[in-house]
């Protein structure tokens, strides 16, 4: 019995979230949208050595774009295709080579 009244007790100090998806749509609204550069041909050629120069197992720092945003990852290089799919990924994130504005080891 005293345990059903702390029970209920605890339930007065549960947050209440009275409009649902209210937060997931404010923090939306503070997103701020950037726009796509064009990267310099020597700054491709860059990126495009240091792809090359990558083997699966390296800890790396990529920042790439991502629905209107830059994203910065760092972890482990799991997988890399520079052929087929023209992609890598870190971690459990897969990133398109046309996406990627730096790495760094």
């Not at 702390?6 to 404010?26: H, M, N, Q, T």
């Not at 923090?27 to 990267?39: I, S």
């Not at 310099?40 to 860059?46: G, I, M, P, Y």
């Not at 972890?75 to 023209?86: N, P, R, S, T």
Request: aromatic share 8%.
């Amino acid at each position: 019995m005293q345990n059903r009244k702390k029970a209920d007790r605890a339930k007065i100090f549960i947050p209440f979230e009275s409009l649902k998806g209210f937060k997931d749509y404010l923090k939306e609204k503070e997103r701020v949208v950037v726009e796509r550069k064009l990267l310099l041909e020597d700054v491709c050629e860059e990126l495009d050595r240091k792809l090359h120069s990558l083997k699966k197992g390296d800890i790396i720092r990529i920042v790439y774009y991502d629905k209107d945003a830059y994203v910065k990852i760092e972890g482990m290089l799991a997988d890399i295709d520079l052929e087929y799919k023209k992609r890598i990924r870190v971690v459990n994130t897969w990133i398109d080579l046309e996406d990627i504005v730096v790495i760094e080891r």
